[in-house]
């Protein structure tokens, strides 16, 4: 139950951090692939970035649909971003999974 607290408190210093070293902000980030480990999280996401719902739809998607499957489940939401995207789309895509004894394991990718 303290996961999604840490998750929160933690996340946004973690996301600007990474995003500094290619000179980007959130605002930058198109879409997120952030781990469903749980609705708290998904929602603790949002609010410590600042983010609306849309932008994290595919995390909410797969966890609806497969639930949490570890920090795998990352690629299984990637999976449903690139499979969604259209031919002309390109974007800036930040991707954070979730492992144990709460490790944070990030990518930031750009898809065209």
Do not use: W
């Given at each position: 139950?303290?996961?999604?607290?840490?998750?929160?408190?933690?996340?946004?210093?973690?996301?600007?951090?990474?995003?500094?070293?290619?000179?980007?902000?959130?605002?930058?980030?198109?879409?997120?692939?952030?781990?469903p480990?749980?609705?708290?999280?998904?929602?603790?996401?949002?609010?410590?970035?600042l983010?609306?719902?849309?932008?994290?739809?595919?995390?909410y998607?797969?966890?609806?649909?497969?639930?949490?499957?570890?920090?795998?489940?990352?690629?299984?939401?990637?999976?449903?971003?690139?499979?969604?995207?259209?031919?002309?789309?390109?974007?800036?895509?930040?991707?954070?999974?979730?492992?144990?004894?709460?490790?944070?394991?990030?990518?930031?990718?750009r898809?065209?």
């Amino acid at each position: 139950s303290y996961v999604p607290m840490l998750i929160r408190n933690g996340i946004n210093q973690f996301c600007e951090t990474l995003l500094s070293e290619s000179a980007l902000t959130i605002s930058d980030i198109d879409c997120f692939a952030i781990h469903p480990g749980g609705l708290n999280i998904l929602k603790g996401c949002e609010k410590a970035l600042l983010i609306p719902p849309n932008k994290i739809k595919s995390s909410y998607d797969v966890l609806k649909r497969y639930g949490n499957m570890s920090s795998t489940t990352f690629l299984f939401v990637l999976d449903d971003i690139l499979s969604n995207m259209k031919d002309d789309d390109s974007m800036n895509i930040l991707g954070c999974a979730f492992g144990p004894g709460l490790t944070m394991e990030s990518a930031l990718m750009r898809a065209h």
